[in-house]
């Protein structure tokens, strides 16, 4: 039996309320709030990037686990979209930053610990997380190590800007893990789509138009990573959707219950807003509602067909059986989100982590109960399947301070993030503390661009 | 028992002879022809890039396989350094693009077929590898697709230049393997370095100097993506040396044999450049001489210590011991590299394709010989492992047109050359036929850069 063992999670130094962006922008706040469940978003600071983020949360975690042994780390997996770099991965950096942390407390460095950086849009951590579980289940004295870290940023002014989001969640993975137990039977499915992407998109050099007899030629281009996506809203909406259903079947065939759904205590979604979730569900409720031989009264009640068509779609999401089932299985896992917004890779553990939190704190007793997990990626990949909630669950989510971290946080005025958003603050805007920081960056030829990242002396 | 059960390549249209190079550059092309093993390096076509090759690749793979039912493929894993986006992998695009090649044959599409892709610099498809085949262990009716696939590009007149190379690797794993048995154990050593690296570097945007009384602002920036790399030569080879003998250490702690170097047949390397391996292994030919007793015996002759040191580095490589070793383990290897040039990840897969059509060449009986491999990425990590040919090697081999891959290219001028490492031609120079192309881009708001690769029809 392996799992998650612990988690941590990172959020970012600074947030803007929706409600500041939508005065500035004209939006309307109340649909951004009651409708998409939008209350704030999660600003990384100016001394703060996708490795500092990622750091943070991994030491948070380390802290909280000090009886592990350096040569215990057999594995370092980071699942990120948020790449700083084309061939270095953000995991060579953790495994710096974690030799430094256990030498600042007297152990010895770690020795054949793998790493690498798994990339898929939102799920890639997912994917990390899958692969060291099955090598766990095969290395059963060892732990692993996986790390989803973003900054989900969009363009000012885009319809994707409302869900912008950053932080990471660190986890350790074990054999009889303290938290979650998860069987290695994931349901997947694949396309090819355009919904969401970051393509490398070429830009004429100033001034270059070479011309030769012999060739056709085009001028000379520098290629320019947009750390903000190229997206399509109700595309990547619809694709979520399809590759889900496709997911859910792959994993119904694989799993030995007949009526999976119905034995969800919770489900946990990758979140690309709080609410997205319950918009996204219906085909899957009304799988589960014939897997319960109820399907034909509901249709009929609601004076829908029994074959999911969008067009019913909201008579679904009206009724009082869906109601219930977002209330009692969904709700509890966008409360985190809500203030917080898209973390891309972390989002989907952010989901789990609220569901839980707020399970531990109304006091639910959950064990032995079962998550249904729907992960996602936009370009495009869906993943479905389980976890088994241990005994010991809520002693490591209880010493997880999810409202200090949100309250913690500086509140950013529009300017202020505006000039964040665009790369201009030389100086954080917050004074909170960093426990990792960017010490410096190389300008030689031979390492022009090269970051240096330093842990803060341990307090 | 899982491994490698077939395996294909794709080289570029294109390729420079180091003789053409070393002229224009005012280079010794003797030093890089007998010193490092340079002749030709691979030049993609302005109509080829790592999406194209890793699909010429992959068709060519499943055309060699024609029994390969869609359902039985459950991954599609990338390993490259050359993606040319920073949310959706290569392997999304390399799922679309089977799938069309399943439906060209009237066969289904492809169901819950997992795709990502791992990057760490030129080690991500071992990477890839090693998780395919763990998962293979545990789904055994199943089969793996790995691909490595890349641009190894590097600054005009830099350093690197000369060490360039391009391609794609695919192979198939499955359980019984007809070519090579790929025991799961691995030796690794990662550190955190600089020794070559692509960082997204910052760039002021034209004419953007905001100011702000309350703020200390620095101009807007555009990220650039550079898609050649920052590097140190002489740092990164000490870094490989390093991390190769700390992966190896690793790996003979886990290895059942007492004297894993001293059985194997065959050495494979990540090959920077042919000769690379020859050039740095020197440490762990001491290593073997201890385990043999011939250490002592081996230093007094030839006036070095026992334990390795730099300065005596080119005494060991010297000796005919160490040649012996190279000739008989090392060099058939290196033949290919010799007329491609670095390929990254694909390298040490192009070092294996070596080995064995050397062998197969030359009628060398290699059944259930022990194959040594010593994989690198820069960042840094090796990985160290082996692998035992099958019985039915040969069969597989003999079928790779390797030599007419080599024959088949146009050879360069350095003027077309250099126009297409500018990015700057928009008509191929080569007529060769290309199984699948890039159809169009996306121009719209939601689709900008969106690339829509095609098969053209199969013949």
């Known amino acids: ?181 998860i069987p290695l039977t994931w349901g997947c499915s694949t396309s090819c789509a355009h919904d969401f992407f970051k393509p490398f998109r070429f830009q004429a050099k100033d001034g270059q138009h070479e011309k030769d007899s012999s060739h056709e030629l085009a001028r000379e281009i520098d290629l320019i990573h947009n750390d903000c996506p190229i997206f399509d809203g109700p595309k990547s909406n619809a694709t979520y959707q399809d590759r889900m259903v496709q997911a859910y079947e792959n994993f119904s065939e694989l799993s030995s219950s007949d009526k999976p759904i119905s034995s969800w205590d919770k489900v946990v979604f990758h979140q690309p807003y709080a609410f997205h979730g319950r918009r996204i569900f219906s085909p899957l409720f009304l799988e589960m509602l014939a897997k319960e031989n109820k399907l034909d009264a509901f249709a009929a009640s609601h004076g829908i067909g029994t074959a999911y068509q969008v067009e019913d779609d909201r008579a679904i999401r009206k009724s009082s059986a869906y109601q219930d089932f977002v209330t009692t299985k969904i709700e509890a896992g966008e409360k985190a989100s809500m203030h917080v917004g898209n973390m891309y890779t972390g989002s989907i553990f952010l989901c789990l982590i609220s569901t839980l939190f707020e399970a531990y704190k109304h006091d639910e007793s959950l064990e032995n109960a079962r998550i249904g997990f729907i992960a996602y990626g936009s370009g495009a990949k869906s993943k479905v399947f389980e976890g088994i909630l241990r005994p010991s669950w809520q002693e490591r989510i209880m010493k997880l301070e999810l409202d200090d971290y949100l309250l913690e946080r500086k509140e950013l005025s529009y300017e202020e993030y505006k000039y964040l958003h665009k790369g201009m603050l030389m100086n954080p805007v917050s004074d909170r503390q960093s426990q990792v920081f960017l010490n410096d960056m190389g300008f030689s030829d031979t390492n022009y661009g090269a970051r240096n990242y330093q842990m803060a002396t341990i307090q």
């Open 1 to 181: 039996m392996v799992g998650i063992d612990d988690i941590e999670l990172y959020l970012p130094k600074c947030f803007l309320p929706i409600e500041t962006l939508a005065k500035h922008n004209d939006l309307d706040v109340l649909k951004l709030q009651k409708g998409l469940g939008l209350y704030n978003m999660s600003i990384p600071d100016a001394d703060e990037d996708v490795v500092t983020m990622a750091a943070e949360a991994l030491i948070n975690l380390l802290k909280k686990n000090p009886d592990i042994e350096p040569n215990e780390i057999g594995r370092i997996y980071v699942g990120t979209e948020s790449s700083i770099d084309g061939a270095k991965p953000i995991a060579s950096y953790l495994t710096g930053l974690l030799n430094q942390y256990f030498q600042s407390i007297n152990k010895p460095q770690m020795k054949a610990c793998d790493s690498v950086d798994l990339v898929f849009a939102c799920i890639g951590a997912i994917d990390a997380m899958e692969n060291c579980l099955l090598w766990l289940s095969q290395h059963p004295t060892k732990k692993a190590i996986v790390v989803a870290t973003d900054n989900a940023k969009y363009e000012l002014a885009s319809t994707g800007e409302y869900t912008q989001g950053a932080g990471a969640v660190a986890m350790l993975l074990a054999k009889n893990p303290r938290i979650l137990e």
